[in-house]
């Protein structure tokens, strides 16, 4: 019988320092264990921006890989999660400004097309409004884009968003209100839209 060895990072998750301190030494099992645990907020905040799973992963996959090649810049700062994210979102962010117009009925949730009860123009509309949202924040200039899909997009808390971006509390929340405030105006033309179309 061959005994495994413990590993110290495991009980701390992965903020431990223990864990931090192996990822730069280009520890492979610690890298492993990172994406073990981080893979799951890393594609929900991918798939959150792009809407489409497959988009998610390649863009989970993509984070990972960088965070791997440039762990050695990472200061332990702000939080090892905060930074995958604001990999993540920056990758999705650019996928998405690159991605052709034209609806994809794989946007559609996968509940509303299988839900026999579900209207199928409410579906699309639910599709259409979540991708006005992510266009909107797409198209955010970057202090305010970054600190919006991290807050929502990556369900960072403020203080976790102020960590990671290393600003001051205060000026995220201020990024959030001014980036709140220009999404208004986009996102109440898109609802006066929807109501003006029926």
Known sequence: MVESLPVPWHDEGVEDPALILALRSGDRGAFAVLVQQETRSVYQAAYRILGQAADAEDVTQEAFVAAYRSI????????????????????????????????????????????????????????????????????????????????????????????TTGRPLNTVKTHLRRGLERLRPVLSAEVDAGVSDR
């Open 72 to 163: 050695g810049t990472f200061r332990g700062e702000g939080s090892l999660r905060g930074w995958l994210l604001r990999i993540a979102t920056r990758i999705a962010f650019r996928r998405l400004s690159q991605r052709r117009e034209m609806v994809d009925v794989s946007s559609l949730a996968e509940a509303a097309l299988v839900d026999r009860s579900a209207e199928p123009a409410r579906s699309v509309v639910a599709a259409e409004r979540r991708d006005a949202v992510r266009d909107a924040i797409a198209e955010l200039s970057d202090p305010y884009r970054e600190v919006v899909a991290l807050r929502f997009l990556g369900d960072l808390s403020l203080a976790e968003v102020a960590e």
